[in-house]
Structures are given as structure tokens and as C-alpha cells.
């Protein structure tokens, strides 16, 4: 397994979605819901949106947990990818939120299941950095590169440099802290809606760097071992087609298959050789999630990866007992036969 794709994620289903009237003023990703559809109709339509997103996972091979949200007060519950990151070494990191009404997706029977069925053995919290205004959104304020340990941040005041500091000096990871606006001077709010990086590709709005020298510098950064990077247009980047992620499936037969999962409406705004590129290293699988997409968030921003080694089931750790003893008796005084 990659390093960089996980195989297996946790995603929020969430009774009651609706566009955050609390993250309006600076994600201009976000839309208004359309005129006369009424909000139960689109919690409706979000419900089933998600259902696809975990049922193509599956399909593709990628463990996927699910976990009901029937709180009203939460709605951007359905993005967990701004308060949790897992990573390998059995290290978890919990952040702090910019909207007040979005620090309560925080929950404590996620991280619970996380210490049954995965290895961890250490949860970092920095969410007590709230009170203080200097907050750090998760994977949507960092796209990180696990494998060169490299934390990509599009600076704002929903990615403070100095808890970037902080979160790459415990988990161990380089920052390469950059601006980044579109053509109108506003800056981006989330790097996960201008980047995506894979094992050997990358998704990167480039010219949302602004520094020429910056620029070149991630550049350098992404490609440096090889990984090609595919270079996205303002436009795109405005269909979603940086809020992509790699995972790691499998086949029916077993076999491992990375897949990149973005949008439908992502994938169609995507050029046949940006197609041909992604598909060098993996099959894009996309989902039409055109209410979840009204929030400003789009398919990344809904999954939660999961960067940890699995805990053995009861019965394979029976299985195993069972398998030393049948190699090694002992006797009743605890002596080995051997």
C-alpha cells in the first residue's frame, strides 16, 4: 500500500446539510441554495449523495466507515477532513475550527473507533488554540505529501503559519507555506480546492501562486522523485477539480487499485491529457455530487483518510494463538515441548 493513498476512510452522514451561512463570507466556493427548493428537499438530495460517495467507494474496494450524524445544529458535519488527520506510527491530530458552529463536529466515538480497530498511540489536540483565534483546518487548510512529508499551505486566517509550525514539527513534516488568490485578488480559502497529491500525480492550480519564485519552488517540491504534476486552470480549480483524492482499493480478485475520486462535476472539466495523466497512475472514479458541492466542499473534503495499521480481529488473533501452540506445545507447567 501507498504510503500517500489510504485504504480506508470515515465519512459523516449527515440528516441535515445546508450550506453554512457561518463560512459564506470567505469561501467563494459556496452558493446559495437555488430559489424555491425547500431544505428538507435538500437534505434529501445531500443524503443521497453521500450514500453514492460510500457506495463507490466500496465498490472500489476501499474500507469506508460511516457514521450518522442526526444533530441539526452541524451543518458542515458532512466534511471531517477539517478537524481529523490520521498518520502512519499510529498518530492522530485533532484541529481547531474558524467557524464557531463547526467546532462541535469534534467527536469522540470517531476517535474511539479509531483506538479499536487501528493502531493508536497518540492523539495530539490543538483544537484549545480556538479561544485564541489561530486555528488550522485539517487536510482542507494542508494537502499533505506523506510520502516526502511535505505539508502544502495556502496561507489564511483558516491556516495560521504558527500552529503549521507546530503541526509539522510534532507529526514531522517540511511546511511549504504559500499565498494563493484568483484573478480577482481574493485569497484561497482551502488549499484542498487548488491541490491534490498522489502517489506519482498531482493535481495543482499553479498559477494561484502568485510569487513566481514561491511557484517554482512547489513545483520543484511536487516532482522532485518523480511524481508528475498535473496543472490546473482557475476555472477548473472552480468545477472542484482540485478536491480530489487517492485511495487505495481492491479488485474482487485482491489485487490492490489506486483510484483518484473526485467529483462528476470535476471530472468532465477536466482536458483529455490531464485525463490521460491522472490515468497513468490510477482510475479516476467520479460521483455527481451536485448538493454537497453548493456547502463550497466538494469529494475531498469529505473523507477523512485513514493513515493507520489495522488492530487483528478476535478471531485472528485466536487463529494465530492457535497456530503458535500448534507449533510450539506447552506443557502444564508452562514449559515449552520444544
Same mark, same amino acid.
Given at each position: 500500500m501507498s504510503a500517500q493513498a489510504p485504504s480506508a476512510v470515515v465519512l459523516i452522514r449527515a440528516d441535515k446539510f445546508l450550506p453554512n451561512p457561518h463560512t459564506a463570507a470567505d469561501n467563494a466556493f459556496q452558493s446559495d441554495v437555488p430559489a424555491g427548493l425547500a431544505d428538507?428537499?435538500?437534505?434529501? $438530495?445531500?443524503?443521497?449523495?453521500?450514500?453514492?460517495?460510500? &457506495?463507490?467507494?466500496?465498490?472500489?474496494?476501499?474500507?469506508?466507515h460511516v457514521f450518522a450524524d442526526e444533530d441539526h445544529t452541524r451543518p458542515d458535519?458532512?466534511?471531517?477532513?477539517?478537524?481529523?488527520?490520521?498518520?502512519?506510527?499510529?498518530?492522530?491530530?485533532v484541529y481547531p475550527m474558524y467557524a464557531s458552529n463547526r467546532r462541535h463536529e469534534r467527536r469522540a466515538d470517531i476517535l474511539e473507533m479509531l483506538k479499536s480497530q487501528y493502531r493508536v498511540q497518540t492523539i495530539i489536540d490543538y483544537s484549545g488554540l480556538e479561544p485564541d483565534g489561530i486555528f488550522l483546518e485539517g487536510t482542507g487548510a494542508m494537502v499533505l505529501d506523506h510520502m516526502s512529508r511535505v505539508a502544502y499551505t495556502a496561507v489564511s486566517h483558516r491556516a495560521d503559519t504558527h500552529v503549521l509550525e507546530r503541526f509539522c514539527s510534532d507529526f514531522n513534516y517540511e511546511p511549504m507555506a504559500f499565498e494563493a488568490v484568483d484573478t480577482g485578488?481574493?485569497?484561497?480559502?482551502?488549499?484542498?480546492? #487548488?491541490?491534490?497529491?498522489?502517489?506519482?500525480v498531482a493535481l495543482f492550480a499553479l498559477d494561484m501562486i502568485p510569487d513566481k519564485y514561491r511557484r517554482e519552488q512547489v513545483r520543484e517540491r511536487l516532482s522532485v522523485n518523480g511524481r508528475r504534476v498535473v496543472e490546473l486552470t482557475e476555472e477548473q480549480v472552480r468545477e472542484f477539480a482540485g478536491n480530489?483524492?487517492?485511495?487505495?482499493?481492491?479488485?474482487?480478485?485482491? $489485487?490492490?487499485?489506486?483510484? #483518484?475520486?473526485?467529483?462528476?462535476?470535476?471530472?468532465?472539466? @477536466?482536458?483529455?491529457?490531464?485525463?490521460?495523466?491522472?490515468?497513468?497512475?490510477?482510475?479516476?472514479?467520479?460521483?455527481?455530487?451536485?448538493?454537497?458541492? @453548493?456547502?463550497?466542499?466538494?469529494? $475531498?473534503?469529505?473523507?477523512?483518510?485513514?493513515? @493507520?495499521?489495522?488492530?487483528?480481529?478476535?478471531? &485472528?488473533?485466536?487463529?494465530?494463538? &492457535?497456530?503458535?501452540?500448534?507449533?510450539?506445545?506447552?506443557?502444564?507447567?508452562?514449559?515449552?515441548?520444544?
Open positions: 428538507e428537499l435538500v437534505s434529501t $438530495r445531500a443524503l443521497a449523495e453521500m450514500d453514492a460517495v460510500a &457506495e463507490a467507494l466500496r465498490e472500489a474496494g476501499v474500507t469506508v458535519s458532512v466534511f471531517p477532513n477539517n478537524w481529523l488527520s490520521t498518520h502512519a506510527g499510529g498518530y492522530v491530530a485578488g481574493v485569497p484561497v480559502y482551502h488549499t484542498n480546492v #487548488m491541490a491534490c497529491v498522489g502517489t506519482d480530489a483524492v487517492e485511495l487505495c482499493g481492491r479488485t474482487p480478485e485482491g $489485487r490492490r487499485r489506486y483510484v #483518484m475520486v473526485m467529483s462528476g462535476r470535476a471530472r468532465r472539466s @477536466l482536458r483529455p491529457d490531464q485525463v490521460a495523466a491522472i490515468e497513468e497512475s490510477c482510475e479516476i472514479v467520479a460521483i455527481d455530487i451536485p448538493t454537497i458541492e @453548493l456547502a463550497g466542499g466538494s469529494v $475531498r473534503c469529505m473523507i477523512a483518510g485513514v493513515h @493507520l495499521d489495522r488492530r487483528p480481529e478476535e478471531h &485472528e488473533l485466536t487463529l494465530a494463538v &492457535e497456530a503458535i501452540n500448534e507449533d510450539h506445545p506447552i506443557t502444564a507447567d508452562g514449559r515449552d515441548v520444544a
